[in-house]
């Protein structure tokens, strides 16, 4: 049985990493920065807080090569996406704010722009 990858529905992470140097390499600097603030938002929200962590005597530390290390957190798909629409509505809220200011028409429309290209990678494959 072969698969069809051209039928595939790509993970919203794989979307927005194969969409990064494509706006890059188009010196697409709105689309460029809007996709790198939303993996960093998802890198960030994989990571452990470590409040659990206490300090103590270091005879008693883990000892070895990743001893100490703890996997990350697993996101599932739906996280993602929340974690991307969050990034788009504080781009349309920012938006709206500089919109008020006098001489912030071009930074809220930047925003709208970065919105934009986020949403696009939304519910698509």
Avoid: C, F, Q, W
Avoid at 33 to 48: F, T
Avoid at 108 to 115: K, N
């Amino acid at each position: 049985m072969t698969t069809d990858r051209s039928t595939e529905v790509l993970p919203l992470r794989d979307r927005l990493r194969a969409a990064l140097p494509v706006a890059m390499k188009a010196r697409d600097k709105s689309v460029t920065a809007a996709i790198r603030s939303a993996l960093g938002a998802i890198d960030n929200a994989e990571a452990v807080d470590g409040s659990d962590v206490h300090a103590g005597a270091i005879e008693s530390s883990a000892v070895g090569l990743g001893a100490a290390e703890r996997p990350r957190r697993a996101l599932t798909e739906s996280d993602i996406e929340a974690i991307v629409r969050t990034e788009i509505d504080e781009r349309h809220t920012a938006a709206t704010e500089y919109e008020d200011l006098a001489g912030g028409a071009d930074r809220a429309a930047t925003l709208r722009a970065e919105a934009a290209a986020l949403a696009a990678h939304l519910g698509n494959g």
